[in-house]
């Protein structure tokens, strides 16, 4: 039986924060007039884009850049940021061809290039799709207790994403359109704080509103590809 990790309701406010969380980070780019405020695994291979009315960030795949282990090539982390536990919202656009590993992924809790947690949002679920991953030194494995069969990413679609993750209890939960109901869960410890990032394992997409609440920011590094 799979078991859920779900947080108390009475920890919770009425906008579905814990209790003294703040925002902690919030980008629409839409006063960006240039890429900056990311570090990428391959700075050529994201932009700045118009979609509709707006900016929004566009990775267009294809970084050159090769993990120390098996794992996503196409990151942008957030520069100068990191959080423990948090909760992140952000609009996704898959803008790649129609197959089952058809994906865009969420980094956090990025310790270093080998050391991170990522979800892989994708078409169609299998081993190595549509799950949540630790990078541990060593080659991606699926973590999730909770997950679907996949989803519909749709032709020029937007899509509203939100994840909770909660360092001392080791949760972690995905959000895919419907706010009330997670479509992946996971537990894990092995990383209490790092990054967050957005990106693909091989494809392409565009990304926007991205907002971030947690208690606190943990003191930062630099440097996090290099």
Not at 15 to 29: I, K, R
Not at 80 to 90: H, I, N
Not at 128 to 140: K, T
Request: proline residues 4%; neutral net charge.
């Amino acid at each position: 039986m799979m078991m859920a990790f779900f947080l108390p309701l009475s920890l919770f406010t009425q906008q579905g924060l814990p209790e003294g969380y703040q925002l902690l980070y919030s980008q629409d780019f839409e006063k960006s007039s240039k890429l900056k405020g990311f570090e990428m695994t391959d700075a050529n291979a994201w932009k700045l884009s118009k979609e509709a009315d707006n900016n929004c960030l566009e990775l267009v795949g294809g970084s050159k850049y090769e993990p120390r282990v098996r794992s996503p090539k196409n990151i942008a982390i957030i520069e100068g940021k990191r959080f423990g536990s948090f909760v992140l919202e952000v609009d996704l656009l898959q803008t790649g061809r129609e197959y089952g590993h058809r994906d865009l992924c969420l980094f956090f809790n990025m310790k270093d290039p080998a050391n991170f947690y990522y979800i892989h949002i994708a078409s169609i679920a299998d081993p190595h799709a549509h799950n949540i991953f630790l990078v541990n030194d060593e080659a991606r494995v699926a973590i999730a207790t909770k997950t679907t069969k996949g989803i519909q990413w749709g032709d020029h679609q937007w899509h509203k994403v939100r994840i909770e993750r909660e360092v001392n209890a080791g949760s972690i939960r995905l959000f895919y359109d419907d706010m009330n109901i997670p479509i992946m869960e996971a537990k894990d410890q092995h990383f209490n704080h790092g990054y967050i990032g957005l990106g693909s394992f091989d494809d392409s997409g565009k990304f926007d509103n991205i907002k971030i609440w947690g208690p606190a920011l943990v003191p930062d590094k630099k440097g996090f590809f290099r």
